[in-house]
């Protein structure tokens, strides 16, 4: 896909800096999606942006000549409305709760064609707990095909522990999930997945703007669309799907890890966990 020449300048209601404004329940995830969350350790959102908002963007990264860094934001303003998206919003307060905080960390990742992949890795630095304290928000300004490199992730690997030397050298695993979207897209993930960015085979350099946005204050209840009758029942049933790639004594371990990060979503966990998202590095 290449930009195309309708060209887009920041919406004047974009609120700057991001802030956690007040959430339109409408976009608040349900139980399903949130006990989804807790299994998988990450969601896809997909929403509709203004016509030329992704094409913009893919062309104001595409000419750039230096790596912003943290300063990416102020290169492309438009990155506020992707993630001020009532749908990506909403999905960040639910996980998050509502005075989620967008950190200052930020880095826009361009994967140029070459035969090259990235190492398996988790880019927190592998505190344990079972929470959902810190999450990415992996956005793509284009399709992401099969051949241009995707984000590769692994499910559910937000509850393992692994040296992250060793994980360095591990190939393919069973169950990976190549992050192949559409423009758009905004792939949310729990801060210990393990992921990487693949070889890209395609012509063109594949963007992805990877921001983090951290929790501020430990939940005291739901802050999603909770159900009260039908939530629990939705939520056991998920957990206790058997883990596709792992052994018996892993899959009965994994589902009281679920149901204990849902029980700290749902406030019923009194010890808070101090986890900080990292400013610096990747
Ligand atoms: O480029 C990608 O898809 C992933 C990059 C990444 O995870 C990183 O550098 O931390
Ligand atoms: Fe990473």
């Given at each position: 896909?290449?930009?195309?020449?309708?060209?887009?300048?920041?919406?004047?209601?974009?609120?700057?800096?991001?802030?956690?404004?007040?959430?339109?329940?409408?976009?608040?995830?349900?139980?399903?999606?949130?006990?989804?969350?807790?299994?998988?350790?990450?969601?896809?959102?997909?929403?509709?942006?203004?016509?030329?908002?992704?094409?913009?963007?893919?062309?104001?990264?595409?000419?750039?000549?230096?790596?912003?860094g943290n300063d990416i934001l102020d290169e492309v303003p438009l990155l506020y409305e992707v993630?001020?998206?009532?749908?990506?919003?909403?999905?960040?307060?639910?996980?998050?709760?509502?005075?989620?905080?967008?950190?200052?960390?930020?880095?826009?990742?361009?994967?140029?064609?070459?035969?090259?992949?990235?190492?398996?890795?988790?880019?927190?630095?592998?505190?344990?707990?079972?929470?959902?304290?810190?999450?990415?928000?992996?956005?793509?300004?284009?399709?992401?095909?099969?051949?241009?490199?995707?984000?590769?992730?692994?499910?559910?690997?937000?509850?393992?522990?692994?040296?992250?030397?060793?994980?360095?050298?591990?190939?393919?695993?069973?169950?990976?999930?190549?992050?192949?979207?559409?423009?758009?897209?905004?792939?949310?993930?729990?801060?210990?997945?393990?992921?990487?960015?693949?070889?890209?085979?395609?012509?063109?350099?594949?963007?992805?703007?990877?921001f983090l946005f951290n929790r501020t204050s430990e939940p005291t209840g739901p802050a999603w669309?909770?159900?009260?009758?039908?939530?629990?029942?939705?939520?056991?049933?998920?957990?206790?799907?058997?883990?596709?790639?792992?052994?018996?004594?892993?899959?009965?371990?994994?589902?009281?890890?679920?149901?204990?990060?849902?029980?700290?979503?749902?406030?019923?966990?009194?010890?808070?966990?101090?986890?900080?998202?990292?400013?610096?590095?990747?």
């Open positions: 896909m290449t930009a195309t020449a309708t060209t887009v300048t920041p919406s004047p209601v974009t609120p700057r800096p991001w802030t956690a404004k007040p959430i339109d329940r409408q976009y608040l995830l349900s139980d399903e999606q949130v006990a989804k969350f807790v299994v998988h350790g990450y969601m896809l959102v997909t929403p509709e942006h203004r016509a030329g908002v992704n094409e913009t963007i893919d062309a104001q990264l595409s000419a750039m000549t230096r790596n912003p993630y001020n998206h009532p749908m990506v919003r909403g999905a960040l307060a639910s996980l998050l709760g509502h005075d989620v905080a967008m950190h200052e960390h930020r880095h826009w990742h361009n994967r140029g064609p070459g035969p090259w992949s990235q190492g398996w890795h988790q880019d927190s630095t592998n505190e344990r707990h079972h929470q959902v304290r810190v999450v990415l928000g992996l956005y793509y300004p284009h399709d992401v095909t099969p051949e241009m490199g995707p984000t590769v992730i692994l499910p559910g690997s937000h509850f393992r522990n692994c040296p992250t030397d060793r994980m360095a050298t591990y190939g393919n695993i069973r169950g990976q999930v190549p992050v192949t979207v559409k423009a758009g897209t905004v792939a949310i993930t729990h801060y210990d997945i393990w992921h990487g960015g693949s070889i890209n085979r395609s012509s063109r350099v594949r963007h992805m703007l990877k669309n909770h159900d009260p009758v039908k939530g629990p029942a939705i939520a056991s049933e998920y957990f206790g799907h058997w883990s596709p790639n792992t052994g018996q004594s892993d899959s009965y371990k994994e589902r009281g890890l679920r149901a204990e990060c849902w029980n700290h979503l749902m406030g019923k966990t009194k010890a808070p966990v101090e986890t900080k998202a990292s400013s610096g590095g990747y």
